[in-house]
């Protein structure tokens, strides 16, 4: 019988059927093949169901193994008795039914002969064992026969210890008992009908070795059982003496150490330096690089264990890639084709399904099942983000709220705010709850666009703000920002300050009387609305006569602008003017612009505009139709500040065209390069003399109104500009200058990332530096920018030039430099 799923071994069985998984690096059914051959029985029917191909592409037709082998496949359950009545057509003489997915070497000879002996109509082989509580007690008379059936008894109940061990031997008149097309179980319907008929039914205790390694804590004990000898089964592999089995082609460097019992697979690799401690099995095709060190482990094959990886009583499943310095403890257990990055730490009892990646650093506490990947920390450059409900559950939002709770004082408000998608809704709510057991308020403002949730977080008494809104590149994740009491991005140390309560789940519950309230902040629209008409001449935009296509995204803007571009006594054709999350997770920024441009064409309006449903960015087209380029539109906007910045500052990324910083100079303004993350760029914003700032990725701010990115403020302001601007917006960018700037990224491993930026500054020390984020190093006509990524293992590379195709040698040079930097 071999069509069992194995689900408590699971991650292990997760890709593979209970029968297969080895011990000993063999099949667990290829054990139980050769104890059969042993007892002279060389024709076998297999009942197989779940993922039968695996069982059927490795014994095939039995030939290899030295018997005859067919199958009988379930296409429905239909329990243990009707997956036999299934094979029937095989079974015209006395049988024997044994589990495929047990490890033993009982004596099946004797209990064939006790059944030739009593002439019974089926025989039960029994096993004793120390605890019966999972099993199924049989109790016997003198004589062998059956006297009744008791299934996972109680202590109280427990009169013997004697179980069934799945070891049948039946007469094809068994098959009368078993009715067709549906499930049958032998011991629950079968075995008591025999007995309730007064037919010959016994039971025979086998002698020898019997394990149903049934859970991870028996599958580990198996390999000890096997290796001490305790059971009979055979290794592959040369017995190098003390129990240590060795296979084919294999390499072990002369300084490496490598202590029995314990068995290495064919084609492994060991280096200098490794330690195998006692009962390690490696697979097949297992490389072990320099000082790895191993107790009690199970590792299968084609995996690799990096330099001064340690594992303890773990099991490692296929393929698996495990990087330098990673220490996986005792009871770990890890899926196949799973990638733990460099010095990775997997803590006691977590167990890691399939197909998972550990980023570099990270400390896993709990079990990786459904989620995409193992998290360095808490927070990446967006605040916490991943896919929603696998990733970002709300069992984890939950936590992570009682830990930000619990940084703040008892009594705090926080703001929460949400896009329309159901996954920011249902998480909202687990935020919500994890605030108020903290002792932490909420007001909540529901829909609304994030720069509205960062201006009403500049009230006094507020604390903080958390927004959730979907991914812009990704509908299927969400994004969950915290902000301080300026609306800013929270700080990096405030992150990590978080992360510590949240590690050590050390959150703050507060008595029933003390748990937090939920409000809804009031006015909340109005306020933000009136505040961006205050900034602005209104009279001489009205007076402009502005003809406006404006594309709300599907996102909570559509709340605002309707209302506001009214005020301002725009003419207005509107797309898309209403919240909707089907219309978020297939929003496409190119695609709608480029609706947009038809449309002002069309209808020969003096501006388009397209707002992303989050309410940061922005894309604008000009009187033409013209779809004006994120750096672009950075260009036009200092272009369109009045003639003189009269000394004031413009905070441009360091990855930003130098043409700015030009333009900016030439309007007797100065310049503050920033670091490329979001949240430098807004510090640097809130400047008193700053005028203008923005990214490279159509997010601008309005310092005067909020020191934040802001579309909607920074559309309002295009318009004031532009209405004071006798030319149309297509003039001004006309007089922009071409830029050429060309990316590239280069994947670098996370333990070089430092030594390639320095080997680069060393390089490049005779040229102008700019070290403000990264490294941007000059060159005659340009610019090269490399920037290593602070969450995945790349480096970036940004480069300028006079031409695109000069742009394009020196970031392929830069390229070229950075992967000859990189050590094999």
């Not at 990524?789 to 040079?813: F, I, M, N, S, W």
Request: hydrophobic share 40%; net charge negative; glycine share 10%.
């Amino acid at each position: 019988m071999a069509g069992g799923e194995g689900t408590r071994l699971r991650p292990l069985t997760s890709n593979v059927p209970k029968p297969m998984m080895p011990l000993a690096n063999r099949p667990m059914m290829e054990h139980i093949l050769d104890l059969l051959k042993r007892h002279g029985f060389d024709e076998v029917v297999v009942t197989v169901a779940f993922m039968a191909n695996h069982i059927r592409n490795y014994f095939g037709d039995g030939s290899e193994f030295g018997v005859k082998m067919v199958y009988a496949t379930e296409e429905t359950p239909l329990g243990t008795a009707g997956s036999v009545r299934n094979a029937m057509d095989e079974l015209t003489e006395a049988f024997l039914v044994i589990s495929g997915d047990v490890l033993t070497d009982i004596d099946l000879t004797k209990i064939v002969e006790f059944h030739k002996e009593k002439k019974a109509t089926a025989t039960i082989g029994l096993i004793r064992v120390e605890n019966p509580l999972e099993f199924g007690i049989v109790i016997t008379k003198e004589d062998g026969s059956i006297d009744r059936f008791l299934e996972k008894p109680g202590w109280g109940q427990v009169f013997s210890d004697t179980i069934n061990a799945g070891i049948f031997v039946l007469e094809p008149e068994i098959f009368d008992y078993i009715p067709p097309d549906r499930p049958v179980d032998f011991s629950g319907e079968v075995f008591p009908a025999l007995l309730a008929d007064g037919r010959p039914l016994y039971g025979a205790v086998g002698e020898g070795y019997w394990e149903d390694v049934g859970n991870l804590e028996s599958y580990v004990n198996a390999h000890t059982d096997i290796l001490d000898g305790t059971v009979g089964v055979g290794i592959n592999g040369f017995d190098r003496g003390e129990g240590l089995y060795i296979g084919e082609n294999v390499t072990i460097h002369r300084d490496a150490t490598v202590s029995g019992p314990g068995v290495i697979g064919d084609n492994c690799r060991i280096e200098a330096g490794v330690n195998l401690g006692p009962y390690t099995v490696l697979g097949a095709n297992v490389r072990v690089r320099s000082e790895v060190s191993t107790d009690r482990v199970v590792v299968a094959d084609n995996t690799y264990l990096g330099e001064g990886v340690s594992l303890r009583g773990a099991v490692v499943g296929r393929a698996c890639d495990l990087r330098r310095g990673v220490v996986v403890d005792e009871g770990v257990v890890i899926g196949d084709e799973c990638f733990v990055g460099e010095g990775a730490h997997i803590t006691a009892g977590v167990k890691v399904y399939p197909f998972k990646t550990i980023e570099a650093g990270a400390t896993i506490n709990n079990s990786i099942v459904w989620e995409s990947r193992g998290a360095r920390s808490l927070f990446g450059r967006d605040g916490v983000t991943g896919l929603a409900n696998v990733d970002v559950t709300p069992e984890l939002v939950t936590r992570m709220a009682m830990a930000y709770g619990s940084t703040l004082k008892q009594g705090d408000v926080v703001i929460t705010s949400r896009d329309s998608s159901r996954s920011a809704r249902m998480l909202k709510r687990a935020v919500h709850a994890g605030l108020n057991a903290s002792g932490v308020s909420v007001q909540d403002l529901e829909v609304v666009p994030l720069p509205v949730t960062r201006f009403i977080t500049r009230r006094p008494a507020i604390a903080g703000a958390i927004a959730l809104r979907l991914h812009g590149h990704d509908p299927n994740s969400i994004v969950i920002g915290f902000m301080d009491a300026s609306g800013a991005d929270m700080s990096e140390i405030a992150h990590r300050r978080i992360e510590r309560v949240f590690n050590r789940e050390d959150y703050r519950r507060v008595f029933p009387a003390e748990i937090g309230d939920i409000d809804y902040a009031p006015r909340a629209l109005e306020h933000y609305a009136t505040a961006i008409e205050s900034m602005v001449d209104l009279p001489a935009i009205r007076a402009s006569g502005l003809k406006l296509v404006a594309d709300y995204g599907y996102g909570a803007v559509s709340f605002i602008m309707p209302n506001l571009l009214a005020k301002l006594g725009a003419e207005v054709l509107a797309v898309n003017p209403f919240a909707s999350t089907s219309g978020i997770a297939d929003f496409d920024r190119d695609r709608h612009a480029a609706d947009v441009s038809d449309l002002v064409v069309s209808s020969r309006s003096s501006l388009g505009v397209v707002f992303t449903p989050g309410g940061e960015q922005i894309t604008v087209i000009d009187n033409e139709g013209r779809v004006i380029d994120d750096t672009r539109l950075f260009l036009a906007l200092i272009a369109l500040h009045a003639s003189s910045l009269d000394g004031r500052r413009v905070a441009i990324p360091i990855s930003m065209t130098t043409h700015a910083t030009t333009m900016v100079e030439e309007r007797s303004g100065s310049v503050v390069l920033t670091p490329t993350a979001p949240a430098a760029i807004m510090e640097n914003a809130a400047n008193p003399l700053m005028s203008f700032a923005g990214d490279t990725m159509g997010r601008f701010i309005v310092p005067e109104f909020m020191p934040a990115f802001d579309a909607t403020a920074t559309f309002v302001r295009l318009l004031d500009m532009l209405a004071r601007d006798p030319n149309p917006l297509s003039e001004t960018v006309d007089t922009l200058p071409t830029v050429h700037i060309e990316e590239r990224e280069v994947v670098t491993p996370w333990d070089q990332k430092g030594s390639v930026m320095r080997e680069l500054v060393e390089q490049s020390n005779d040229r102008e530096l700019d070290l403000v984020d990264g490294v941007r190093i000059h060159h005659d006509g340009g610019w090269a920018l490399v920037l290593p990524d602070p969450e995945d293992p790349t480096t970036r590379v940004v480069a300028e030039g006079p031409d695109q195709a000069a742009a394009a040698r020196l970031a392929d040079e830069y390229v070229r430099r950075i992967e000859q930097l990189i050590r094999p």
